[in-house]
T-cell receptor, first 112, second 111 residues
């Protein structure tokens, strides 16, 4: 099992460009999450999906959209990137009946 | 806003010594979890303690939870150089057990 995978690993954007971060899990988990991690801070929740077709805002959703394409995949889209969105983005998943979240390796995004 | 605050921000010890990290939080929780992050990598789950538990062990890890003080501690015994990493506490609550993370403690174990 690969667990949680994320693509790309690194990305550099110019202000105003758009991009989609991809996340997939092969653990048959219902819940999936997107977080961002800024230097010197813990992770902050951007969006959450309890199941296919449902999404919910987290602590810092502004400037982002998400799509739960199917049970395996949960994508995060930046429509018009801003320098404040420079961060490391982590995707996580959680199985039904459990509280542990399993994290992907992260995407390091720089917006110039 | 971050729920958890961790103390100390950084800790440097010799191999073989014990390392203690503390976490405080502000609101009621379902559970509290500790994660480890090696430099440039994703987070790895270490241990979870539920709000009705007071202490839990896993290998060299010992976690305590005091809900009256809204605080938790993580003890790593007989530390090794491979324990060098950042350690985060995260509180889970509400639908979906959404996690709120502290800013983390950077642990350096010198060999």
């Amino acid at each position: 099992n690969a667990g949680v995978t994320q693509t790309p690993k690194f990305q550099v954007l110019k202000t105003g460009q758009s991009m989609t971060l991809q996340c997939a899990q092969d653990m048959n988990h219902n819940s999936m999450y997107w977080y961002r991690q800024d230097p010197g801070m813990g992770l902050r929740l951007i969006y959450y999906s309890a199941s296919e077709g449902t999404t919910d805002k987290g602590e810092v959703p502004n400037g982002y959209n998400v799509s739960r394409l199917n049970k395996r995949e949960f994508s995060l889209r930046l429509e018009s990137a801003a320098p404040s969105q420079t961060s490391v983005y982590f995707c996580a998943s959680r199985g039904a009946g459990g509280d542990t979240q399993y994290f992907g390796p992260g995407t390091r995004l720089t917006v110039l | 806003s971050q729920q958890g605050e961790e103390d100390p921000q950084a800790l440097s010890i010799q191999e073989g010594e014990n390392a203690t990290m503390n976490c405080s939080y502000k609101t009621s929780i379902n559970n509290l979890q500790w994660y480890r992050q090696n430099s440039g990598r994703g987070l790895v789950h270490l241990i979870l303690i539920r709000s009705n538990e007071r202490e839990k062990h896993s290998g060299r890890l010992r976690v305590t939870l005091d809900t009256s003080k809204k605080s938790s501690s993580l003890l790593i015994t007989a530390s090794r150089a491979a324990d060098t990493a950042s350690y985060f506490c995260a509180t889970g609550k509400g639908e979906g057990n959404k996690l709120v993370f502290g800013a983390g403690t950077i642990l350096r174990v010198k060999s």
